[in-house]
């Protein structure tokens, strides 16, 4: 030990000159003449990954426009994946630090997601141009599944393993790989309808998806008949959704649960609670109890 410190000192004495010229990589301390750092004699356990969940979005914006607005602006992403037909993911911002994707968000009892999360960005133009106004006149307060632009096939296979490879790196659960609109539900629908969460579930074995025995249980009218306000919120709250505790589907909760419905159900989304909605967020309750670790 004595020798290697030795030698430390030296090599870190020799180097000083050139100290100004060269830099230290960040997630590397440098040793200087008092202190050696010693990462070896001692390890906690209580420890785990900074990154907890995976964020996926679209970008209503074209190839070009995309790229302008993700590298030279205050918004970015970890990675981009236009809509071109190559084998291509841009990173755009190194893991390790933050991408400003994620913006006022919650899930799972943490907030400020762009500390714990990847965000990835989909080049998509996200609702038709013909329908952009739609909700302007007041007759719908929510858009259609019809109203959201299609993804590209390979955008999806290359995004579903871009997220296979993410989330078993770092051990992410399955209800942690989730769109903008679950962690900002009043700010953002992306990635909307056409996102096939379901696909992703079957096909690639990313993020959740309920059983459909377990949905057709909770089917019974009698038990959302019987359900309260409050008993459904609360529900949403065990699943990870941040919403409010009115005693009512006010607006606020309302886009909670348009929110749900573009990722579980996404062919009816109507910002109405309703049986088949409670249903299938029960089923999910029951396969995805509990929560990751809140340390
Ligand atoms: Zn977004």
Redesign the pocket.
């Given at each position: 030990m004595a020798k290697n410190f030795t030698a430390l000192a030296l090599a870190t004495f020799l180097s000083l000159p050139l100290i100004g010229c060269i830099t230290t990589p960040k997630a590397q301390m440098a040793t200087t003449e008092s202190f050696v750092i010693d990462s070896e004699t001692y390890q906690s356990t209580g420890k785990s990954e900074r990154i907890k969940t995976i964020v996926l979005?679209?970008t209503v914006s074209d190839n070009a426009r995309s790229i302008k607005l993700l590298t030279r602006g205050k918004v970015s992403a970890h990675y981009l994946v236009m809509d071109k037909n190559d084998n291509k993911i841009y990173s755009l911002v190194p893991e390790s630090e933050r991408a400003w994707?994620a913006g006022d968000s919650g899930f799972a009892g943490r907030t400020i997601l762009n500390d714990t999360s990847i965000g990835i960005?989909i080049v998509n133009a996200g609702i038709k141009p013909e329908y952009r106004n739609a909700l302007n006149n007041g007759a719908l307060d929510y858009h259609p599944y019809e109203h959201y632009v299609a993804f590209d096939e390979l955008q999806i296979k290359k995004v579903a393993e871009l997220v296979q490879d993410i989330a078993a790196r770092y051990d992410i659960p399955p209800k942690n790989i989730i769109g903008?609109a679950d962690i900002a539900p009043s700010r953002?629908i992306?990635p909307g309808a056409k996102f096939p969460w379901q696909r992703l579930y079957n096909e690639y074995g990313i993020g959740a998806w309920y059983d459909e025995f377990d949905k057709q249980f909770f089917m019974h009218p009698d038990a959302f008949a019987a359900a309260t306000i409050p008993e459904i919120k609360q529900a949403f709250r065990d699943y990870g959704y941040q919403i409010n505790d009115t005693d009512a589907w006010d607006k606020a909760s309302r886009d909670v649960v348009y929110a749900f419905q573009l990722h579980f159900r996404p062919e009816q989304p109507t910002g109405n609670m309703d049986r088949e909605t409670y249903a299938i967020l029960q089923a999910l309750n029951k396969k995805y109890a509990g929560r990751d670790d809140f340390y």
């Open positions: 979005h679209y994707h960005e903008h953002k992306d």
